[in-house]
């Protein structure tokens, strides 16, 4: 099941093919080394489901499961907001499953916004030339001090100090005061004809599409250099 195989790698378990053991001419066993997707019994056994609900826990939601409803909300100080309801005709464990596959495609597209985001605030900061910082929530990751460019910023979540930003906490997508900073350096290095785009949506102040305009305008210029 494409399922059960969508579970194991959000639990990190190696899900391994029939080529996989010709190759290493070793006799399978299921076990940590990996398990074929026919072996896995995510929707068979509250053994193996119960794990993958407490991995979600971890993660900072609860889930609440009441004979075939189950409910996934997110768990922390800052919210508890539901994610996911779920009603279905069928036993708990398979209203579980259910509400398990779900919340991971979900879990997985945010995750994916997340990076896509970040590899673009980074492209917007890199652009802008901001002074680079070590990041104190992780100082393996750089921080951009953004103060003396960015209209106006909120720094009441900020952990770094005041107007250095992580990538991630950024809000070039959120934000005009943010994003016109940008626009304006696109317009001092744009050759003739390269900022129709951004103009187009910029004249009806669509924020979204000015947005991903001004993202593939420093991608493309950043060809040119």
């Not at 001090?145 to 910023?153: A, F, H, M, R």
């Not at 909120?154 to 107007?163: F, S």
């Not at 005061?177 to 003739?192: M, Q």
């Amino acid at each position: 099941m494409k399922s059960n195989k969508l579970i194991a790698k959000f639990m990190g378990v190696n899900v391994i093919t029939l080529d996989d053991i010709r190759t290493n001419k070793n006799p399978y066993i299921s076990s940590a080394d990996g398990y074929l997707e026919d072996d896995l019994e995510y929707h068979l056994s509250w053994d193996w489901l119960m794990p993958v609900v407490e991995k979600i826990e971890s993660l900072g939601y609860e889930l609440i499961i009441a004979e075939s409803r189950c409910k996934i909300n997110h768990n922390t100080d800052h919210s508890i907001e539901e994610v996911l309801h779920l009603e279905l005709i069928c036993s708990k464990r398979e209203a579980t499953y259910q509400a398990v596959v779900k919340f991971i495609n979900r879990y997985n597209a945010e995750r994916r916004k997340d990076v896509a985001q970040y590899d673009n605030n980074k492209l917007i900061a890199e652009f802008m030339e901001f002074p680079t910082h070590t990041d104190v929530v992780d100082d393996r990751t750089i921080a951009y001090y953004v103060g003396e460019s960015i209209i106006w910023t909120d720094n009441t979540e900020n952990e770094n100090d005041y107007d250095v930003f992580h990538p991630e906490d950024m809000q070039f997508h959120l934000s005009w005061d943010w994003l016109i900073p940008v626009i304006h350096k696109c317009f001092d290095v744009a050759e003739d004809g390269d900022m129709d785009d951004i103009m187009h949506h910029l004249q009806v102040a669509d924020r979204k599409p000015t947005y991903r305009a001004v993202i593939e305008f420093i991608n493309q210029y950043n060809k040119t250099k």
